[in-house]
Structure formats: structure tokens, C-alpha cells
């Protein structure tokens, strides 16, 4: 963190340096797992050159699951949609859905610093 923050102070030193306009958005992505789509998530993937094969079995792992409760001897199913599953893939997952954001603002010139 320390040297992020370091190259973010000094790209602003030298952009007022030379008297360009220097502007900094601060974005803090809270709830990110819980609030990234499935869709996003599996379109990051076909953008990457995954498999379709795996795209559609990670769909299948992230949509709709099935929680199982018992009380009183009766067994209930309940089908469980989240935006993400909480598991080994979601930081990956999540990683190339913000990929994706820092693809677009390159494009734009923007300089991401993270």
C-alpha cells in the first residue's frame, strides 16, 4: 500500500510539475464478492479465453444452490442464489471482473493506480 501510495503522490507532483490537470477518484469497493454478478464474472471469463465448457461449469457452481435444513425429522430444500459463492474462486473471479476496469480505463488514459 505504501507504494502505491507512493507512485500515486509523485505521478500528481509531476503532472502539477508540469501544470496539467491532476484529479484523483478514490474508489472502495465494499461488498465486492457479495455484489459481483455471476454474469460479470462468467463473461470476464470468456473475454480471458476460458473453455466454455468451464465457464458454464463455474455458472453452474455460482448459480443456484441448494441448502438442505432438517427440523423435526422433516428435510427441506431451499434453492439459495447469491451474487457469489464465498469459495477458492471467488478472489480470482473477482480479479478479472476488475481486470476489466482497469482494461477500460487504460483505454481511456486514466491512470489506475491500486
Not at 471482473?97 to 482494461?103: G, H, I, M
Amino acid at each position: 500500500m505504501e507504494t502505491a501510495l507512493r507512485q500515486l503522490v509523485i505521478r500528481v507532483a509531476k503532472a502539477l510539475d508540469h501544470q496539467d490537470i491532476a484529479l484523483g477518484i478514490f474508489l472502495f469497493i465494499e461488498g465486492a464478492f457479495d455484489n459481483t454478478s455471476c454474469d460479470s464474472m462468467c463473461s470476464a471469463l470468456t473475454r480471458h479465453g476460458v473453455d466454455q465448457t468451464v465457464v458454464r461449469w463455474i455458472r453452474a457452481t455460482l448459480e443456484d444452490r441448494l441448502a438442505t435444513t432438517a427440523f423435526g425429522g422433516v428435510s427441506r430444500g431451499v434453492v439459495v442464489s447469491r451474487s457469489c459463492h464465498q469459495g477458492d474462486l471467488s478472489p480470482l473471479l473477482l480479479c478479472l471482473v476488475v481486470s476489466e476496469l482497469l482494461v477500460r480505463l487504460n483505454v481511456w488514459s486514466v491512470y489506475p493506480q491500486g
